[in-house]
């Protein structure tokens, strides 16, 4: 029984966390670029499991009591997503976003940090995913069988990470074109630019 409710966690948490997402885009780009992939990695990693443990502990029904916070996060997430959005096109534009590029204008861990933390914690939708979903679909569960699913849903989130982000390099060979990169980054621009039309338009509920 645990193990199925470990699994039934995992497939649960897979299935959100995998969906092209802000954060992938980002994680994607920090791995292909091999800069600062640890930490990257595990902000992601340790902040969905911080946040899927608060869910299921019952702290997902504050998030639905604060309706105010999530718009703030809302409208604060969109103004980071089009600001990003804005650099990635400029990189697509000049061209700068290639391997030598990247080699040439180090970021800094601290600059990958902020990044990572805001593209995390901006998306009002990481708390409806985590905390009020997968919080609510645990209640199905009792006593051990609700942390099993717990621990199921945030070996998604460490294993979907940690390949993403050093499974990038194997795409190296692509990227070494720096058209490759023009393109990822004005893909990257378009789709930054969608979440934040849809953070606008859409009301979260």
């Known amino acids: 029984m645990l193990s199925a409710a470990a699994f039934a966690g995992f497939l649960a ?14 994680v994607l780009r920090q791995g292909l670029a091999r800069r600062h992939v640890g930490p990257v990695v595990a902000i992601c990693a ?3 499991i911080a946040l899927i443990l608060a869910g299921v502990a ?14 703030v996060l ?16 400029r990189r697509a534009w000049q061209g700068s976003g290639g391997l ?9 861990l601290r600059t990958a940090v902020l990044t990572c933390l805001a593209f995390t914690f901006l998306n009002p939708h990481v708390y409806l995913d985590t905390m009020v979903l997968l919080g609510s679909l645990s209640t199905r569960y009792d006593g051990d069988l609700r942390w099993a699913f ?21 795409l190296q060979p692509v990227f070494r074109n720096p058209r490759a990169w023009r393109v990822l980054d004005g893909g990257i621009a378009l789709f930054m630019w969608a979440l934040c039309l849809m953070l606008l338009l859409q009301p979260l509920g």
Not at 58 to 71: F, S, Y
Not at 81 to 87: A, D, P, S, T
């Open 74 to 89: 809302r409208f604060g997430g969109a103004a980071f997503l089009g600001v990003y959005g804005f650099l990635a096109a």
């Open 58 to 71: 019952g702290i997902g029904a504050l998030v639905q009591a604060w309706p105010t916070l999530l718009q």
């Open 46 to 48: 340790f902040s969905d």
């Open 150 to 170: 717990a621990i199921g849903a945030c070996l998604a989130s460490v294993v979907w990470f940690a390949s993403l982000g050093f499974g990038a390099r194997l």
């Open 13 to 26: 948490s897979a299935g959100l966390i995998i969906a092209i997402g802000a954060q992938n885009a980002f």
């Open 100 to 108: 030598a590029a990247c080699n040439a204008q180090q970021q800094t």
